[in-house]
C-alpha cells in the first residue's frame, strides 16, 4: 500500500517527476541517504528455489509462491516488515548467490527460505561473508534460536545442569546444523552431543561424509567434533541414556520408536519437529516416559515455530541497519524468547511463548538490535526505549492497517468453514 498522502493527480509531481530527481541526487552524493529517502529501511526479500518446501519436498520455484508469500504476511503482521517473494528458477548455487548479490541495492536484508542441503549452507555463509546487508537463512538460523530458547526453559523446568546433559540430534539437516552451532555458541560442549542421520550415527569412520567433506562440511565438523565414544548404530542407539532428544528429520510417524525413548535418561525431553506428522506422537513420547515433548504443530504443547523469531529479528535488524546477524544477535533473541516465556510461567506444557503474546516480537527486536549495537555491526545508534517504541508503533501500525482493509471491505473475510 502507498505510504506517502495523494490528495490530487498534483501530488505526483512531488512523489515522481519532476519532484523524485531531488532524492535521487541527494542518493548519489550520500548513498546511505537511499534508507532515509526509500522503503530500503523497511524492505526485505524472500530468495527461494524451491528445493525443500515444508514437508514437500523439491516443488521448484513457481509451486513455492504460495508458501513465500504466506512468510511474507507473517513479516507483515507480525514483525511490520514489507517483504518481496522472489522465487529463483536455478538450484546452481553460484547463480543463486550471484543473484542475491545484485538485489543489495534494493533491500535492507534477505531471508532464505527453503533451500536444500548441502547447498543452503554455501549459499548463505558465502553471503553472509560478502554483502554489506543482512542474510539470514530461516530454516537455520530462526530454528536454532526457537530450539535454544525451548531448551534452556526445558531444561529448568527438569531440573537439570545444562553442562551435564547429552543430547541427541536426530537428523542432519539445514535446521539441525544451525541448532548444533548454536548450541555451541552458547556454550554446550560438542562431546555433549551424539548425531544421526538417515544413514547412521556421525563419527569420524563414516567414509560416505569423509569422501565428501568438502560438500558437506558441516556434516564432516559434526562428526570429527561430536560422539567422543564413538558410538555406532542408528537413532535407538544414539537416543540410549541421552537427556534430550531435538528431531528434524522425515515427516513420519515412527521415525523414532516409543521404546526408543524409554531407553533415554530419567525425565528425557523430546523435540519431534517433522511438519506436518512429527518423527514420534506426543502421547506415545509421553506413554514411555518423555517428560516434555515439543513439536512444530500449533495443535499440540510447546510448538517450535519460526515465527516467534524471525519477525522481531528482522524488526530489530532493519531498524539500527544492520549489516549481518551475527550468532551473538542471535543468543540474544534467543534469551529474550526465553525470558517471556519464563515470566508468564514456565511449565511441562510451557518452555515457550504463545503465537498470540504479540509483545515477543518488538522485545526480541529490541534484543537483537542491542546487541548488534554492542558488536559494531548497526549504522544507528537507538536506546533500548527507542528501539522499543518504534517496533511496538510499526507493528501495530501493520495490524492496524489490515483491520481497516478489512473493514473497508477492501479485503473480503473468508467464509466460515
Known amino acids: 500500500m ?12 512531488v512523489w515522481y517527476t ?11 552524493r550520500h548513498p546511505d541517504l537511499v534508507y532515509d529517502y526509500t522503503n530500503k529501511a523497511n524492505s526485505i ?56 548479490r545484485l538485489l543489495e541495492p534494493s533491500f535492507g536484508a534477505i531471508n532464505l ?18 554483502m554489506t546487508i543482512p542474510v ?38 539445514a535446521a539441525n546444523v544451525a541448532v548444533y552451532r548454536l548450541l555451541k555458541a552458547h556454550g554446550i560442549e560438542p562431546a555433549q552431543i551424539i548425531a544421526c542421520d538417515s544413514q547412521g550415527i556421525l563419527h569420524p569412520g563414516r567414509r560416505d561424509i569423509a569422501d565428501q567433506r568438502t560438500r558437506f562440511a558441516d556434516k564432516w565438523r559434526i562428526c570429527c567434533e561430536t560422539n567422543p565414544e564413538h558410538a555406532r548404530g542408528g537413532i535407538p542407539e544414539a537416543l540410549r541414556g541421552t537427556d534430550v532428544c531435538i528431531a528434524f528429520s522425515r515427516s513420519e510417524p515412527g521415525v523414532i520408536q516409543a521404546d526408543w525413548v524409554a531407553a533415554m535418561a530419567p525425565d528425557p525431553i523430546v523435540f519431534a519437529c517433522a ?16 517428560r516434555i515433548v515439543a513439536t512444530g504443530r500449533s495443535d499440540f504443547p510447546n510448538q517450535l515455530n519460526n515465527a516467534l523469531a524471525f519477525p522481531g529479528v528482522f524488526r530489530g535488524v532493519l531498524d539500527i541497519r544492520a549489516r549481518t546477524i551475527t550468532d551473538e544477535m542471535a543468543l540474544a533473541a534467543a534469551y529474550e524468547l526465553a525470558c517471556c516465556a519464563q515470566e508468564h510461567g514456565t511449565s511441562e506444557e510451557r518452555i515457550l511463548p504463545k503465537m498470540d503474546e504479540w509483545e515477543i516480537h518488538p522485545r526480541v527486536a529490541v534484543a537483537t538490535a542491542i546487541r548488534a549495537q554492542e558488536q ?9 526505549d527507542e528501539l522499543h517504541t518504534e517496533a511496538r508503533r510499526l507493528i501495530q501500525a501493520a495490524r492496524e492497517a489490515v483491520q481497516v482493509l478489512m473493514r473497508e471491505k477492501l479485503i473480503h473475510e473468508l467464509p466460515a468453514g
Open 2 to 13: 502507498p505510504k506517502c498522502p495523494i490528495r490530487d493527480l498534483r501530488d505526483f509531481a
Open 18 to 28: 519532476p519532484g523524485v530527481a531531488e532524492p535521487c541526487k541527494a542518493i548519489q
Open 45 to 100: 526479500a524472500i530468495v527461494s528455489d524451491g528445493s525443500r518446501v515444508l514437508g514437500l519436498g523439491n516443488i521448484g520455484p513457481a509451486a513455492s509462491l504460495p508458501v513465500m508469500e504466506g512468510k511474507a504476511l507473517l513479516f507483515k503482521y507480525l514483525g511490520g516488515v514489507d517483504a518481496v517473494p522472489l522465487c529463483l528458477a536455478t538450484e546452481d548455487p553460484d547463480e543463486l548467490i550471484r543473484t542475491v
Open 113 to 130: 527460505e527453503d533451500i536444500a542441503q548441502p547447498n543452503c549452507f554455501r549459499i548463505l555463509d558465502t553471503l553472509r561473508a560478502n
Open 136 to 173: 539470514w537463512h530461516d530454516d537455520q538460523q530462526g530454528t536454532a534460536i526457537v530450539t535454544l530458547a525451548a531448551l534452556l526453559n526445558a531444561i529448568e523446568v527438569v531440573g537439570k545442569a545444562l553442562a551435564d546433559i547429552r543430547i541427541a540430534l536426530v537428523g542432519v539437516g
Open 275 to 290: 511438519n506436518p506428522v512429527p518423527e514420534i506422537w506426543p502421547w506415545e513420547a509421553k506413554q514411555r516416559g518423555a
Open 376 to 384: 559494531g555491526v548497526a549504522r544507528l545508534s537507538k536506546t533500548q
